[in-house]
């Protein structure tokens, strides 16, 4: 029954990708507001990530004849936040390691166009990525981002091999 859904109707499974890492977003912002913690450098990556994998996924199922370029856009959002988040998660488990500071802000750096800054602050952090925040569940938020990013990537990833099997053969 699962699988003939997921053969018959992509654009459904697409658009529930979507609607996960939007949603994804939205918990972290609740969190975010109910901890009352300082979002760093990391953080904001790791949503526009979200946002870009979702936008991705949601513009696939609205737009088939588009579809393969707008799902790599979600593809590249999600490998990118899953590399945020589990440097993030790392640097959560050895705070000695982080070196440095995230700078300016991400925002800072794309107004000024210095996108290889964005991308160091987004992808490897500093001291204020390292620090302690409060557990939800035994996990802390960035290790929560990281299990959604390997969920989503996950179930794309069985929904993409399973579509390429029911292709037939040219």
Known sequence: MLSELIHARP????????????ASVGAAVLLGHLFALEVCAMCWFQRLAFLTAGTGFL??????????LTQRLGELGLLIGL????RQSWLLLHPAEASGHCG????YYLQIGNYEAFLQAGLLGGVECAENQ??????????????????????????????RRALPAR
């Open 11 to 22: 654009r459904l499974v697409l658009l529930a990708l979507g609607i996960f890492c939007l």
């Open 59 to 68: 513009l696939a199922a609205a737009a088939p004849r588009a579809a393969i």
């Open 83 to 86: 590399a945020s988040a589990a």
């Open 104 to 107: 300016a802000g991400l925002l």
């Open 134 to 163: 409060p557990l939800l569940l035994g996990l802390y938020l960035p290790q929560w981002s990281l299990l959604a990013f390997c969920s989503i990537g996950a179930l794309y990833l069985i929904w993409w091999l399973s579509q």
